[in-house]
């Protein structure tokens, strides 16, 4: 059930702009990225060089990077340019992950050097840096109107995700998990998220924090939305490090449980700040005897609730929220099991599996587990025939109308607003959602590994019966019809 707790005033409303991708949500959604601007191929796993996501990565104007290969980039990237899309949902196979840091330049300042990012399903989880003691797994600031979605990052011995000094911003269906807890000189700093000084208007939904000691988030200036994250095997969850503006601060339907490692302290709050609560959950430990439930009003309720903090003089209890763009809401528990199913980059490595089932069985522990091979249980695949090297593969540009001999036609406004490559992206989007990042090859419509004649006798009874399902359409226009027949047929031709 959708629970509307999430409004925006008129005076406040954001442009009427397309959403970055359709599901993008919050404060940053309405960033166009690298709309308009021109395609790269990262076809390589370089670190560096022509062809490389740093390459691409380098380039300056606006851009959408697409990917021909997947696979473990080593070292670090850097994005010294904002208006970037980066679409890790199109690497074939097994997706993207950066065995380094992702960063901006440090930017304390906040001079807004970086406009316009929108990154989607990449993973990143550096090794320890040698020399380094204040790595993070993503570093950025001076950001403006940026959405992070759908990105799974561990390791770091700072924050996991450090967003300095940055405005107009969302962070969404993130796997944010085991922080390192070693290599940083004031000792243990196994952090997880926080937004610095100069941040704000910020918008944390739809989350997987796990395996971390502190900053579940730790939010800075508001207007802050923080509403229908799990977190984890945690002691301190919301809470400032530093001095807050005090521009209001909505909590909103988050689920926090207890794991192996801690007492957990839910609420941190700042003297003289005014704070919206409403329909948050606890799980404390099995078997502790401590309390599992609701908590609408921590002020009232400190003294049932096991480990939380004595609140009449640490915070005011706000009577509305404050308002903000809107991001679709659920119950606590029907976040949980939302989260669970779709939160981090997919399809998932063995650390994403992994803690998926920890958050489940309430096992596991802080710090790094490195289980070796990031690739174990994926497949890399070999992208599909695009004869233009537009980023978009000739199946999908005949089922859309467009030119595969044209290179320039990934930049065509197509109907729905967006152009033809971004709506390329968004259906892989929505496949990986919609399937946890798990389907058959092309042209294997009845899952048996392999294409031939059998896969058409399914194709034929999927359109006698209406059937809808992404391995029956083969062209991947959202719809199983005649043209998917005939795309089967090629294959089946050796055509393609």
């Known amino acids: 059930m959708l629970l509307s707790l999430s409004s925006w005033s008129a005076a406040q409303e954001l442009p009427d702009s397309l959403p970055a991708f359709p599901g993008a949500e919050g404060f940053g959604s309405r960033t166009p990225g690298g709309r308009g601007g021109r395609m790269i191929q990262v076809t390589n796993l370089n670190p560096s060089g022509p062809g490389s996501l740093q390459a691409a990565c380098s380039a300056e104007g606006p851009r959408i990077v697409v990917f021909e290969v997947s696979g473990v980039i080593p070292g670090e990237v850097s994005i010294p340019h904002g208006q970037i899309t980066i679409m890790g949902q199109t690497a074939p196979g097994a997706g993207i992950t950066i065995k380094g840091m992702l960063i901006t330049k440090y930017d304390p300042e906040g001079l807004a050097r970086y406009p316009d990012i929108v990154i989607r399903f990449l993973r990143v989880r550096p090794d320890p840096v040698p020399g380094v003691a204040w790595a993070d797994a993503l570093q950025f600031s001076g950001v403006r109107n940026c959405v992070l ?243 978009m593969p000739d199946f999908w540009e005949r089922a859309k109308g467009l030119n595969s001999a044209d290179s320039t036609d990934h930049a065509k406004i197509m109907a729905s607003g967006y152009t033809a490559l971004e709506e390329y992206g968004n259906l892989l989007a929505q496949r990986l959602i919609e399937t946890g990042g798990v389907f058959p090859s092309r042209g294997d419509v009845n899952a048996n590994g392999t294409v031939n004649i059998f896969d058409l006798l399914e194709l034929i009874t999927a359109l006698r019966e209406d059937s809808p399902g992404w391995a029956a359409d083969l062209n991947l226009d959202g719809r199983v019809n005649l043209f998917d027949l005939l795309e089967l047929l090629r294959l089946l031709a050796g055509m393609e």
């Not at 199913?341 to 309430?362: H, I, K, S, Y």
Request: hydrophobic letters at 30%; aromatic letters at 10%.
């Open 149 to 391: 979605d759908h990105l799974s990052l561990s390791w770091s011995s700072d924050e996991t995700m450090d967003i300095y000094s940055s405005r107009n911003l969302t962070v969404q269906w993130c796997a944010i998990e085991e922080s390192d807890t070693e290599g940083h000189p004031e000792g243990r700093h196994n952090y997880a998220l926080i937004n610095g000084p100069g941040g704000g208007e910020v918008s944390i939904h739809h989350n997987l924090f796990a395996h971390h000691s502190r900053r579940c988030p730790a939010v800075s200036d508001g207007p802050a939305d923080v509403r229908n994250n799990l977190v984890y095997n945690f002691r301190d969850g919301f809470l400032h490090d530093n001095e807050p503006n005090d521009m209001g601060y909505n909590i909103i339907g988050n689920y926090y449980k207890q794991g192996p490692n801690d007492n957990i302290y839910p609420f941190n709050f700042w003297r003289g700040t005014t704070y919206y609560l409403h329909d948050n959950y606890l799980e404390s430990r099995a078997g502790s005897g401590s309390y599992t439930g609701p908590v609408e009003d921590p002020w009232a309720e400190a003294d049932k609730l096991y480990g939380l903090q004595v609140y009449a003089n640490l915070g005011i209890k706000a009577k509305q929220q404050t308002e903000v763009p809107p991001v679709a809401t659920q119950s606590p528990l029907e976040a949980y099991e939302l989260v669970l199913a779709n939160a981090g980059c997919l399809p998932r490595d063995t650390v994403g599996r992994r803690t998926v089932n920890e958050v489940r069985a309430g096992s596991g522990s802080w710090g790094r587990h490195d289980p070796g091979d990031l690739l174990a249980g994926l497949t890399p695949t070999t992208p599909a025939k695009d004869s233009d090297h537009d980023g």
